[in-house]
């Protein structure tokens, strides 16, 4: 069983910038979530992909969007980069909800991002 | 609101010694909550559920709806229990989950 893989692990970013990550979902999941963990907090939801549509987003503007593809990978991509966006990105793929399983969130180890 | 508190940044103990971690939520309806853990250069992953109301790795958490609180407590801490815990709830809908900040377990020899 592959578990969720991120890229990259590590990036930099000057303000204005865009920014493009990626995540691969573990097998068997079709649904993909993102989250930013700034430093010292907790994950905070972005918005979540199922069958290749957005369908739940949290508080964020939308310079941040993402895409679903066929075979679940998604990517996450930020635009007109600010300084409050250094963060960790963390991908989390699960099962639907229907099945009675939400909440189980599998995570990948994240992307760093430092915008300068 | 919907929200998750946990109060402590840090809890330090000495191996043996009984731990619990507190979190505290805020909302309207029936919660279903979470504990993930995250153990030094690993992913963040679930630890338990409420529904399931198993016990993992010997931590168990009661959901307290009087006092809108989901504990985490364990016996007697192991080293290997140093970990960063975060409490989270699901709301409903899509895989939204609310996390708390987290508390930092550090566990002494």
């Known amino acids: 069983e592959t578990g969720v893989t991120q890229s990259p692990t590590h990036l930099i970013k000057t303000r204005g910038q865009q920014v493009t990550l990626r995540c691969s979902s573990q097998?068997?999941?079709?649904?993909v979530s993102w989250y930013q963990q700034a430093l010292g907090q907790g994950p905070q939801f972005i918005f979540q992909?199922?069958?290749?549509?957005?369908?739940g987003r949290g508080n964020f503007p939308p310079r941040f969007s993402g895409l679903q593809f066929p075979n679940y990978s998604s990517e996450l991509n930020v635009n007109a980069l600010e300084l409050d966006d250094s963060a960790l990105y963390l991908c989390?793929?699960?099962?639907?909800?229907?099945?009675?399983?939400?909440?189980?969130?599998?995570f990948g180890e994240g992307s760093r991002l430092t915008v300068l | 609101a919907q929200r998750v508190t946990q109060p402590e940044k840090l809890l330090s103990v000495f191996k043996g010694a009984p731990v619990e971690l507190k979190c505290n939520y805020s909302?309207?309806?029936?919660?279903?909550l979470f504990w993930y853990v995250q153990y030094s250069r690993q992913r963040l992953q679930l630890l338990l559920r409420?529904?399931s109301r198993e016990s993992i790795k010997g931590f168990t958490a009661d959901l307290n709806k009087g006092e809108t609180s989901f504990h985490l407590k364990k016996p007697f801490a192991q080293e290997e229990d140093s970990a960063m815990y975060y409490c989270?709830?699901?709301?409903?809908?899509?895989?939204?989950?609310?996390f708390g900040a987290g508390t930092r377990l550090a566990v002494h020899p």
């Open positions: 989390a793929s699960s099962l639907p909800g229907a099945t009675g399983r939400a909440g189980e969130l599998f």
């Open positions: 097998s068997g999941h079709n649904t």
């Open positions: 992909y199922y069958r290749e549509e957005e369908n």
């Open positions: 909302y309207s309806g029936s919660p279903e």
């Open positions: 409420h529904i």
């Open positions: 989270a709830l699901f709301p409903g809908g899509y895989n939204k989950l609310i």
